[in-house]
């Protein structure tokens, strides 16, 4: 259903969805990855990378479980979401408003960018 990879060289949380999630197993799928992201040392201001092209839109009802299950996750520097869908874009916007997300068409465009060095203008969006 998805693959995660903790980079710590880079900071970088690097997640890829493999399929829709069902709503009941988003609360698994966010524990699990709080205890890896604890275990691994990771810390608020890390790089976040979704990979969602494999994932399509998810149901409204794991929407919901998303904003239940990841309130008051660690937040990231910033976060590049990967997908060609233009629904999945828009479903993207609405649920995720940080101002430090950026929606790329391929992963290594999006790698690209968060591994360039801070401006001026991050550092003034960065999370609280």
């Not at 990378?49 to 149901?59: H, I, K, P, Y």
Request: aromatic share 12%.
């Amino acid at each position: 259903m998805y693959r995660v990879s903790f980079r710590k060289e880079l900071n970088l949380l690097d997640i890829k969805w493999l399929a829709m999630f069902e709503p009941e197993r988003v609360g698994d799928y966010a524990r699990r990855l709080r205890d890896q992201f604890d275990a691994e040392g990771f810390a608020p201001g890390y790089l976040l990378r979704m990979d969602m092209r494999s994932s399509g839109v998810q149901a409204q009802e794991a929407v919901f479980a998303f904003r239940r299950h990841f309130a008051g996750f660690p937040a990231a520097r910033r976060i590049a979401i990967v997908t060609e869908s233009a629904i999945t874009r828009m479903q993207v916007r609405r649920e995720m408003t940080q101002p430090y997300l950026r929606i790329f068409d391929r992963a290594e465009p999006a790698l690209s960018w968060l591994l360039q060095p801070d401006s001026e203008q991050d550092r003034r969006a960065e999370p609280g």
